[in-house]
């Protein structure tokens, strides 16, 4: 009676799917145009799909301090390698109803569409976060090409050329190097140090624009960061007196 039951909310639920996306087809394609970082520390994230996909989700996830719940039949060794050692939390199975209960993000990355689409379903229902691979229209948000080095992190999105977005994002890694992390690390404490000094909101702005200029950033560029720094900190002691 339960396999029934299971059964039937399966089929219910592909048919459903397959109305969905002829609407979407109708609508048109969603337009992934609002960007946004997450702090997903300790927030719970499930992934459906063991592939070379979910295993890159999951290093991401986890690199972010994600917890994270892996569903998946037949896992890489890699995946599986994660979860004995305590880092995910996996289920060796296939999607079932209810997988996505909790989860703050939800993937669907399976290379079965009829899985990954049954799995938007329940995430959407549920106003879940949710990310397709195959079918990045069926969820509300995608994963853009990044880059990061300390604190300074490059994301990329071409509106669906992976391709390009990659190129762009090594193009990026190449202009901005370790440098410029290290310089952004520095403005951090700037920053922190300026909020310490009595002045209007306006004022501190003013400051920023004058201390940041083009070329500001072609002595980071050509290695005289420390000249850059000193710029800065002069600038600064400069404005002490004025506040």
């Keep these: 009676m339960e396999s029934t039951s299971i059964l039937c909310y ?27 970082q997450l702090n997903i520390t300790d927030k719970p994230c499930t992934i459906i799909g063991g592939g070379k996909v979910a295993l890159r989700k999951v290093e991401n996830l986890l690199a972010a301090g994600a917890l994270i719940t892996l569903i998946a039949p037949e896992p890489m060794p890699e995946l599986l390698a994660l979860a004995k050692i305590g880092k995910i939390t996996f289920l060796q199975r296939k999607f079932e109803p209810g997988d996505t ?5 939800v993937f669907a990355a399976t290379n079965n569409s009829a899985v990954n689409a049954l799995v938007a379903q329940e995430a959407n229902r549920n106003k879940q976060l949710l990310n397709v691979i195959d079918e990045p229209d069926l969820g509300n948000f995608t994963v853009p090409g990044s880059w990061q080095n300390g604190n300074l992190i490059f994301t990329v999105t071409t509106g669906g050329t992976p391709a390009l977005t990659k190129l762009i994002t090594r193009e990026l890694s190449t202009s901005y190097g370790d440098c410029f992390a290290d310089f952004a690390e520095f403005l951090l404490e700037v920053r922190a140090n ?3 000094i009595p002045s209007t909101s306006q004022e501190r702005e003013k400051l920023w624009q004058e201390m940041l200029t083009p070329n500001i950033i072609h002595l980071v560029r050509t290695g005289n960061i420390k000249k850059a720094k000193e710029s800065i900190t002069n600038a600064i002691n400069s404005f002490r007196p004025q506040s």
Excluded: E, H, R
């Design 194 to 196: 300026i909020k310490n």
């Design 101 to 105: 209960k909790g989860a703050f993000l």
């Design 10 to 36: 399966y089929i219910i639920d592909f048919l459903n799917t397959i109305i969905l996306m002829k609407v979407g087809c109708l609508m048109g394609k969603k337009a992934f145009i609002y960007p946004i």
